[in-house]
């Protein structure tokens, strides 16, 4: 049975600094715990309301039902999906020297960092590397925005300036989306590497610049006056058109 004890721990669970010091995050949603289920990842607790098995027909061992009221003061969102999953957050693994690897410098929005993932494993990337200031994955607002592409590509937290030069030392190519660059619509082929993505506001910082062996850009049409494309939007549009140049 499900105490006022459980509820506030849950309750924290909306704050980075709780989520570090459990070690737990939360997942809202019919679909993302779905894949939730469907990933090694290990769930704590999983709380249903009556009226959500009802509307769904959802069936899980580990299910304990709560009211709706007890539902909405555990869950993060505005209108709580009727069903949640209390998550360990897993051991960092180590990124892969395979494929090409996106990275993320300070990306600082929640609903960018989650759509960036799940955009990322539409066009086959399994590892995203993201600089230690980037908006904490494991925050309701990124796993909401995922939509469970978060249970199945590997996403670290590193500084880049090392992990760039150690790649660049292996012969990687790194390529860094910028205002100025090769328009990416031209570009004859891609070598595997690292694709770094800048942040929100300030683009690629100053110090990881230097690391980038290939400037690319995607060209916008002439007499815009548009200064940038959302991060995310900007992401989707370098993926797709690496995919299309793939053998």
């Keep these: 049975m499900i105490t006022k004890n459980i509820i506030k721990t849950i309750q924290s669970l909306k704050q980075s600094k709780y989520r570090k010091e459990r070690q737990l995050f939360i997942v809202e949603g019919r679909k993302t715990v779905e894949e939730l289920l469907l990933s090694p990842f290990e769930v704590a607790a999983l709380y249903a309301t009556d009226r959500f098995l009802k509307d769904n027909g959802f069936h899980d061992e580990r299910l304990e039902t709560v009211s709706e009221i007890q539902m909405e003061q555990m869950s993060a969102l505005d209108t709580p999906p009727g069903i949640?999953?209390?998550?360990?957050?897993?051991?960092?693994?180590?990124v892969k020297n395979e494929g090409m690897v996106l990275a993320l410098d300070g990306i600082a929005n929640p609903g960018n960092m989650g759509t960036i993932i799940?955009?990322?494993?539409?066009?086959?990337?399994?590892?995203?590397?993201c600089s230690e200031d980037c908006v904490e994955i494991w925050n309701p607002k990124v796993i909401q925005a995922t939509m469970g592409s978060i249970f199945r590509i590997n996403v670290v937290n590193a500084e880049l300036v090392p992990f760039l030069k150690g790649e660049v030392a292996k012969g990687k190519a790194v390529y860094g989306a910028m205002l100025e660059g090769e328009n990416i619509f031209k570009m004859p082929q891609w070598k595997d590497g690292i694709i770094v993505i800048g942040s929100e506001s300030h683009g690629i910082r100053s110090d990881v610049l230097p690391l980038v062996t290939h400037p690319i850009t995607i060209p916008r049409a002439e007499g815009s006056v548009t200064e940038s494309l959302n991060a995310s939007m900007a992401t989707g549009i370098i993926l797709a058109s690496w995919a299309s140049k793939l053998s």
């Design 118 to 129: 799940r955009t990322a494993e539409w066009f086959g990337l399994k590892q995203i590397v």
């Design 84 to 94: 949640l999953a209390v998550v360990r957050i897993p051991r960092q693994g180590a």
